[in-house]
């Protein structure tokens, strides 16, 4: 699975990452290394995602002041990516 992951590297202004299949953390780096407390929350989140009427989304972005999330939903993989944003 590993050489699968390489692009998540070649991210610009990746922070970490984490990889989660069936609630478990397959792989984590860099900022979100070993945050598996973020999983539950997640789901919680991708969960009332499904109840939406078209319940295709697969993409959530959750923006802070200098970083924002990327969840995004394929198959049985969640991918949640922290990638620095630019100041205005």
Same mark, same amino acid.
Request: hydrophobic content about 40%; aromatic content about 6%; overall charge positive.
């Given at each position: 699975?590993?050489?699968? *992951? =390489?692009?998540?590297?070649?991210? /610009? &202004? ?31 989140? *991708? =969960?009332?995602?499904?109840?939406? /009427? &078209? ?34």
């Amino acid at each position: 699975m590993d050489a699968s *992951l =390489a692009f998540l590297n070649k991210l /610009p &202004d990746l922070r970490g990452y984490l990889v989660i299949s069936d609630g478990a953390v397959l792989k984590s780096e860099g900022e979100l290394a070993n945050k598996e407390s973020m999983v539950n929350p997640i789901q919680k989140m *991708l =969960a009332c995602q499904s109840t939406m /009427p &078209d319940g295709k989304t697969a993409n959530l972005s959750i923006h802070y002041s200098d970083y924002m999330l990327t969840i995004s939903r394929n198959g049985k993989y969640v991918f949640v990516v922290k990638r620095g944003l630019l100041p205005p």
